[in-house]
Nanobody, 123 residues
Framework: QVQLVESGGGLVQAGDSLRLSCAASGRIFSGYAMAWFRQAPGKEREFVAAINWNGASTHYADSVKGRFTISRDNAKNTVYLQMNSLKPEDTAVYYC????????????????WGQGTQVTVSS
């Protein structure tokens, strides 16, 4: 069984930074692509960023490109999302997810999910 636990969310002002963490336990972490998604109230869960199994390849949603950075530390079984220059429209619950294989943006291709961490950006 795989467990993913997010942390690092909070209430910040526009322009501030946050770093989210997702700690994995259970099956081997290093062999899987990892991703961050987010869901704002009343909206669909959307792709934010993803990283392949060894960190050599990443992909970002256009809305966060240049502001967010995804990274992973396989020795710590942890994936990170560094969020800079935060905007009110970044307010959402952020989820990490795991899948076998390469990076994809379709959330239905991810088989394990964390419980989410709330990020709120005030203007």
């Amino acid at each position: 069984q795989v467990q993913l636990v997010e942390s690092g969310g909070g209430l910040v002002q526009a322009g501030d930074s946050l770093r989210l963490s997702c700690a994995a336990s259970g099956r081997i972490f290093s062999g899987y692509a990892m991703a961050w998604f987010r869901q704002a109230p009343g909206k669909e869960r959307e792709f934010v960023a993803a990283i392949n199994w060894n960190g050599a390849s990443t992909h970002y949603a256009d809305s966060v490109k240049g502001r967010f950075t995804i990274s992973r530390d396989n020795a710590k079984n942890t994936v990170y999302l560094q969020m800079n220059s935060l905007k009110p429209e970044d307010t959402a619950v952020y989820y990490c997810a795991r899948r076998v294989g390469n990076i994809v943006v379709d959330r239905t291709h991810y088989d394990y999910w964390g419980q989410g961490t709330q990020v709120t950006v005030s203007s």
